[in-house]
């Protein structure tokens, strides 16, 4: 289930949480993120491929391509087994922005992005059917836990993918993540 906690970034303190999706919604639109929940109709699993992941959910993509001008699509899909999931999870967890807005559309399992925006930690927990587009710019970091089990689609205005500036900051050691 799809949740969002609001932290003080100072003191850590807990503001409010929610599972309430219209809510969710609501307070991270007032924040400038998008977050939507898009039907999932087709089931997929860990063997799904990264082609039938993308035309399960080819009209999607494209309205969202044109509605944003995204160039790059691509599925991250990463299991328990993964041998690298570990080295993984400790490059996402480290605060960074993106020049770009960064758009997943969780088609399996789940994760959790902590974005670190006007004094606050908007910490996401994104499960399936969940789109989220963190605005280009915004301090964040990403947790996938130590035993990921996750499929995403993303989206990229640019050409090259995933590219992090990563702040130096150690903020996300100072917040909850996944188990």
């Not at 993509?61 to 044109?66: K, P, S």
């Not at 789109?131 to 964040?140: D, E, N, Q, Y």
Request: charged fraction near 15%; charge should be negative; hydrophobic fraction near 40%.
């Amino acid at each position: 289930m799809s949740q969002l906690s609001l932290f003080d970034a100072r003191t850590g303190t807990l503001l409010n949480q929610t599972s309430e999706a219209v809510l969710i919604t609501e307070l991270l639109g007032y924040a400038g993120v998008l977050f939507r929940q898009w039907p999932t109709p087709v089931t997929l699993t860990a063997q799904s491929s990264a082609e039938q992941i993308l035309q399960a959910y080819q009209p999607q993509i494209t309205q969202l391509q044109q509605q944003e001008g995204y160039q790059t699509v691509d599925v991250i899909s990463l299991h328990p087994d993964h041998p690298d999931k570990a080295a993984l999870r400790q490059k996402f967890l480290a605060e960074h922005t993106h020049s770009e807005d960064e758009v997943r559309f969780f088609v399996r399992g789940q994760g959790l992005f902590c974005l670190h925006m006007q004094g606050k930690i908007y910490q996401v927990l994104c499960c399936q059917q969940d789109l989220i587009a963190v605005p280009a710019g915004t301090p964040h970091w990403f947790d996938m836990g130590s035993a990921p089990d996750f499929a995403a689609i993303r989206l990229f205005n640019n050409p090259s993918g995933w590219v992090a500036n990563f702040t130096g900051s150690d903020i996300a050691s100072r917040f909850p993540l996944l188990a």
